[in-house]
T-cell receptor, first 114, second 111 residues
Framework: AQSVAQPEDQVNVAEGNPLTVKCTYS??????LFWYVQYPNRGLQFLLK??????LVKGSYGFEAEFNKSQTSFHLKKPSALVSDSALYFC????????????FGAGTRLAVHP | ETGVTQTPRHLVMGMTNKKSLKCEQH?????MYWYKQSAKKPLELMFV???????ENNSVPSRFSPECPNSSHLFLHLHTLQPEDSALYLC??????????FGEGSRLTVL
């Protein structure tokens, strides 16, 4: 069965420090992988995606993610965290079928402390 | 503003009521989705419409009935719901396998 796992319920980081939010996937074939962010009482906002090409993907708000096929991982990173980055982050994966049938991870809450 | 508008933002209904959630996308996308977000659970894909045809129905109870009258509008008709159906219902759209654009969600409470 296809799945996406986010092993950490919460990540705490000090402002200005680098952050990593982990994601591993089990998707057959060539996966499409996404990161989304959700602020309180809001919908999900797209951050970045990997479909093909360079393994390092750069996205919105200074975030980036690295696709690692051998480790089946797609960790989200940012060199210097901001308090405003505090939110719920979702990793999602899927395969092409004419539309986007994504499987979402359970989410990781990022808390950036001043 | 994501280009996907959901109404109402909040809805409280009794178990015997009939109500509908509405979603409209202004992005010219060809696929639309309903997701359910419950506390401490992953997002659950409920329905997918591609080119106005339902292509996914993930074992959703019949008390939830989707409708896609055209490529810009998606409805979720609700009938005789249960308290465990209380959740945030998210609508999204995409162009093929591009990223999903989500609406702000409709917070449903079933009494």
């Amino acid at each position: 069965a296809q799945s996406v796992a986010q092993p950490e319920d919460q990540v705490n980081v000090a402002e200005g420090n680098p952050l990593t939010v982990k994601c591993t996937y089990s998707v057959s074939g060539n996966p499409y992988l996404f990161w989304y962010v959700q602020y309180p009482n809001r919908g999900l906002q797209f951050l970045l995606k990997y479909i093909t090409g360079d393994n390092l993907v750069k996205g919105s708000y200074g975030f980036e993610a690295e696709f690692n096929k051998s480790q089946t991982s797609f960790h989200l990173k940012k060199p210097s965290a901001l308090v405003s980055d505090s939110a719920l982050y979702f990793c999602a994966g899927g395969i092409s079928g004419g539309y986007n049938k994504l499987i979402f991870g359970a989410g990781t809450r990022l808390a950036v402390h001043p | 503003e994501t280009g996907v508008t959901q109404t109402p933002r909040h809805l409280v209904m009794g178990m015997t009521n009939k109500k509908s959630l509405k979603c409209e996308q202004h992005l010219g996308h060809n696929a639309m989705y309903w997701y359910k977000q419950s506390a401490k659970k992953p997002l659950e894909l409920m329905f997918v419409y591609s080119l106005e045809e339902r292509v996914e129905n993930n074992s959703v109870p019949s008390r939830f009935s989707p409708e896609c009258p055209n490529s810009s509008h998606l409805f979720l008709h609700l009938h005789t719901l249960q308290p465990e159906d209380s959740a945030l219902y998210l609508c999204a759209s995409s162009q093929d396998v591009g990223e999903l654009f989500f609406g702000e969600g409709s917070r449903l409470t079933v009494l």
